[in-house]
């Protein structure tokens, strides 16, 4: 069995802080794919390396992972904060500046792709029920279900839902309160 070296064990113990010091610093859960984003966009470690830090901090109790309305949410948990203030020292000023930012710049994308979802079920042969809503918190802001006669069309409004909520909410929300 080979010995791993102290640089191997400081970057396992580094990158596992990178990914605790995001979810402690964005305070909201998040889902699966927003911190598979985060990881790819800031290059501080491989995916592959990150997919295993992200099993093990789940297994050591230090990342709550939970499914919910389709998706798996991601959120630090109190035993996770102990150890990020116990080894907070380890990550460099230089990266916890660029961490802040990233969560600053992206914040508002995060929230509302964590509070919108959308998701459609088959009815019958040529009829789906295309489900959108918006949630801040425990509240339901608004729950829209459209009936619609093919699978493509429900992907389509989906999809779109994700891109478009707010501007839809806000027109709706307008037009209905005049």
């Given at each position: 069995m080979?010995?791993i070296n102290?640089?191997?064990?400081?970057?396992l113990?580094l990158h596992?802080?990178i990914?605790?010091?995001?979810?402690?610093n964005?305070?909201?859960?998040?889902s699966n794919?927003q911190?598979?984003e985060f990881?790819l966009?800031?290059?501080?470690m491989?995916?592959?390396?990150?997919?295993?830090?992200?099993?093990?901090?789940?297994?050591?109790?230090l990342?709550?992972?939970?499914?919910?309305?389709?998706?798996?949410?991601l959120s630090?948990?109190?035993?996770?904060e102990?150890?990020l203030?116990?080894?907070?020292?380890i990550?460099p000023?230089?990266?916890?500046?660029e961490?802040d930012?990233?969560?600053k710049k992206?914040?508002?994308?995060?929230?509302?792709?964590?509070?919108?979802f959308?998701?459609?079920?088959?009815?019958s042969?040529?009829e789906y029920?295309?489900?959108c809503?918006?949630?801040?918190?425990?509240?339901l802001?608004f729950?829209?279900?459209?009936?619609v006669p093919?699978a493509?069309?429900a992907?389509?409004i989906c999809k779109?839902w994700?891109?478009n909520?707010?501007e839809?909410?806000?027109?709706?929300?307008?037009?209905?309160?005049?």
């Amino acid at each position: 069995m080979s010995q791993i070296n102290q640089d191997e064990v400081h970057n396992l113990a580094l990158h596992k802080m990178i990914i605790l010091y995001f979810l402690e610093n964005i305070k909201i859960p998040i889902s699966n794919q927003q911190l598979d984003e985060f990881i790819l966009e800031t290059n501080y470690m491989s995916f592959f390396e990150y997919q295993q830090y992200l099993t093990e901090l789940s297994n050591q109790g230090l990342v709550f992972r939970h499914y919910e309305e389709g998706r798996y949410y991601l959120s630090i948990t109190e035993h996770g904060e102990q150890i990020l203030s116990l080894l907070n020292n380890i990550i460099p000023d230089l990266t916890k500046k660029e961490l802040d930012e990233y969560v600053k710049k992206n914040f508002r994308r995060i929230k509302m792709n964590t509070e919108v979802f959308s998701d459609y079920k088959k009815v019958s042969q040529n009829e789906y029920i295309v489900q959108c809503s918006i949630r801040e918190g425990n509240s339901l802001l608004f729950d829209l279900k459209v009936n619609v006669p093919e699978a493509e069309l429900a992907k389509r409004i989906c999809k779109n839902w994700q891109t478009n909520a707010e501007e839809v909410y806000k027109t709706l929300f307008n037009k209905l309160a005049k």
